[in-house]
């Protein structure tokens, strides 16, 4: 099972819809934080240490969570998906592109076959 955790600013919009879209996928769970002190579920180190894979929509999510967080990221990955803050939850473009980067980054992460 891999867990992944999405993260923005304030949990409401970008991060949830990721969450909504992985849980459903077979061999996934999915959670979402947000970085601000009004983040409907901010990011907390239970977070971080729950995740596989942490998957930010900017990189200014990944420089808060790394200088809050520092030692418990040293083993786990970040990914910065360059995703705006420009989608309202479920928005089809956002499901789109939330989709095609996520399946790269697991396809990506694969272990090599005999390891």
């Given at each position: 099972?891999?867990?992944?955790?999405?993260?923005c600013?304030?949990?409401?919009?970008?991060?949830?819809?990721g969450?909504?879209?992985?849980?459903?996928?077979?061999?996934?769970?999915?959670?979402?934080?947000?970085?601000?002190?009004?983040?409907?579920?901010?990011?907390?180190?239970?977070?971080?240490?729950?995740?596989?894979?942490?998957?930010?929509?900017?990189?200014?999510?990944?420089?808060?969570?790394?200088?809050?967080?520092?030692?418990?990221?040293?083993?786990?990955?970040?990914?910065?998906?360059?995703?705006?803050?420009?989608?309202?939850?479920?928005?089809?473009?956002?499901?789109?592109?939330?989709?095609?980067?996520?399946?790269?980054?697991?396809?990506?992460?694969?272990?090599?076959?005999?390891?």
């Amino acid at each position: 099972m891999t867990k992944l955790l999405f993260v923005c600013s304030r949990n409401q919009w970008r991060s949830p819809t990721g969450e909504q879209v992985w849980r459903r996928q077979p061999g996934i769970q999915a959670r979402s934080a947000g970085t601000s002190p009004n983040a409907r579920h901010k990011i907390s180190a239970a977070d971080i240490a729950w995740a596989d894979l942490i998957l930010v929509m900017e990189s200014k999510h990944k420089n808060r969570i790394k200088a809050e967080f520092g030692r418990l990221l040293e083993h786990k990955p970040i990914h910065v998906l360059d995703i705006p803050d420009e989608y309202q939850y479920m928005d089809p473009e956002l499901v789109e592109q939330l989709t095609g980067a996520v399946a790269q980054i697991l396809a990506d992460n694969e272990p090599e076959p005999g390891l």
